[in-house]
């Protein structure tokens, strides 16, 4: 069965609001994972800077304890800031194929519209 112009119209539109509403969605994300990455960065930063004999602690939840190994706190940071930014970068990927498939629809609604305007007179 074959869909009317209109129809694939309205299907075109939600499938246009879906995808917007997944960008939005993404660049969220995007943007809590930059603050986290930048966060770290200033961790690791203060971890360079503060002396060996400086008491190091580290949260977990609502319960804070001392950290005595300082190399493996330190590769914990650097390995949560590396993940960060592979999703990042997994995230840029994701956006950059839904705004691709939003031109594809945008560009789709324009012929339609232009089709249906050329019907109508």
Known sequence: MEQNPSEQVQ????QAQQIELQLEQTASQK????L????????????EEVSSESPLYKA???IVYQVSDRAKLK?????????????????????KVLEDKYK??????RQSYSSLKKGGD
């Not at 943007?31 to 930059?34: E, N, P, R, S, T």
């Not at 986290?36 to 971890?47: A, G, H, M, P």
């Not at 390995?79 to 999703?87: A, D, P, T």
């Open 11 to 14: 299907n075109q539109l939600r």
């Open 31 to 34: 943007y809590q994972l930059d």
């Open 36 to 47: 986290r990455i930048k966060e770290l960065d200033k961790t690791l930063r203060e971890l």
């Open 60 to 62: 977990v939840g609502m």
């Open 75 to 95: 590769s914990e940071l650097e390995e949560q800031k590396e993940l960060s930014e592979i999703r990042t970068k997994t995230l840029d990927k994701q956006q």
């Open 104 to 109: 594809e629809i945008e560009q789709s609604l």
